[in-house]
Every structure is written in structure tokens, then in C-alpha cells.
């Protein structure tokens, strides 16, 4: 009565990528999935899931995603639809557009920074638009 589709690997193992410390990676990222980075991206970054830099992580290039906790250190242009978290030992540089924005004290933050509730259609090169009710 009922056809269920088997889960693919990726969803019975969970969907969360992983660069380890001591790692560098050049160039861009694209991934569906949730991510943690504790190497350095020296890149752009897209993903529809959530992204963590770890404490020895760090991002220079632009990033676009849902959710994102930093830890470590970026610089760039950071586009988040939902929360940003950014822990006490956090170095941020650039620009910030987020939906929700959380700053533990302790943080270095020097960026610009928009705050809109709903925003929508974020990718590289569009416009942030806001959602009218």
C-alpha cells in the first residue's frame, strides 16, 4: 500500500561533512548538508544546512547558509537565513547579514552588520530581498 524509499547511505550514517584540523582547503564549497570545519577554507561556502567553524577553524572568501556557529576566524561576507552564533573567541571581519544574531562577550567583531527577520533567495551574485507580509 505504502512504497518506502531505501535511505541512502549518506542519510543512515547522518548528513554532517567534516574538515579536520590542520587541513586547508582552496577553493569553493557547495554542500546540501550540515558541515564543520576545524582546517582553513580559503574560498566561498554554500550550504542549505548549518555550518560550524571550530575554534582552529577559519574562512576567508564569502559564505551563504542557514545556520552557522563560528568559534574560530572569518573574514568576508556571511549571509545567514536563521541564527548567527558567534562564541566568545570569535575573530570576525567583513560584512554580516543574518536573520537572528547571537554575540558572546568576549567575540572580536568588526563588521557591518543587517539584521533581517525573514530574509530569503541568498546565493552568489542575487540580491537579499526581504519577505513582506
Same mark, same amino acid.
Given at each position: 500500500?505504502?512504497?518506502?524509499?531505501?535511505?541512502?547511505?549518506?542519510?543512515?550514517?547522518?548528513?554532517?561533512?567534516? $574538515?579536520?584540523?590542520?587541513?586547508?582547503?582552496?577553493?569553493? $564549497?557547495?554542500?546540501?548538508?550540515?558541515?564543520?570545519?576545524?582546517?582553513? /577554507?580559503?574560498?566561498?561556502?554554500?550550504?542549505?544546512?548549518?555550518?560550524?567553524?571550530?575554534?582552529?577553524?577559519?574562512?576567508?572568501?564569502?559564505?551563504?547558509?542557514?545556520?552557522?556557529?563560528?568559534?574560530?576566524?572569518?573574514?568576508?561576507?556571511?549571509?545567514?537565513?536563521?541564527?548567527?552564533?558567534?562564541?566568545?573567541?570569535?575573530?570576525?571581519?567583513?560584512?554580516?547579514?543574518?536573520?537572528?544574531?547571537?554575540?558572546?562577550?568576549?567575540?572580536?567583531?568588526?563588521?557591518?552588520?543587517?539584521?533581517?527577520?525573514?530574509?530569503?533567495? /541568498?546565493?552568489?551574485?542575487?540580491?537579499?530581498?526581504?519577505?513582506?507580509?
Amino acid at each position: 500500500m505504502f512504497d518506502k524509499k531505501p535511505k541512502s547511505y549518506t542519510d543512515l550514517l547522518g548528513k554532517t561533512n567534516r $574538515i579536520v584540523e590542520g587541513t586547508t582547503i582552496k577553493g569553493d $564549497i557547495s554542500s546540501p548538508a550540515d558541515f564543520r570545519l576545524d582546517g582553513h /577554507l580559503i574560498g566561498n561556502f554554500e550550504s542549505k544546512g548549518k555550518l560550524v567553524i571550530g575554534p582552529s577553524g577559519s574562512v576567508k572568501g564569502d559564505i551563504i547558509c542557514k545556520n552557522c556557529d563560528i568559534e574560530g576566524k572569518f573574514d568576508g561576507k556571511i549571509q545567514v537565513t536563521e541564527i548567527l552564533n558567534i562564541k566568545g573567541k570569535a575573530v570576525i571581519h567583513g560584512e554580516v547579514i543574518c536573520g537572528k544574531l547571537a554575540v558572546e562577550p568576549g567575540a572580536e567583531f568588526t563588521a557591518t552588520c543587517v539584521m533581517k527577520p525573514q530574509v530569503k533567495n /541568498l546565493s552568489h551574485g542575487q540580491p537579499v530581498e526581504e519577505k513582506t507580509a
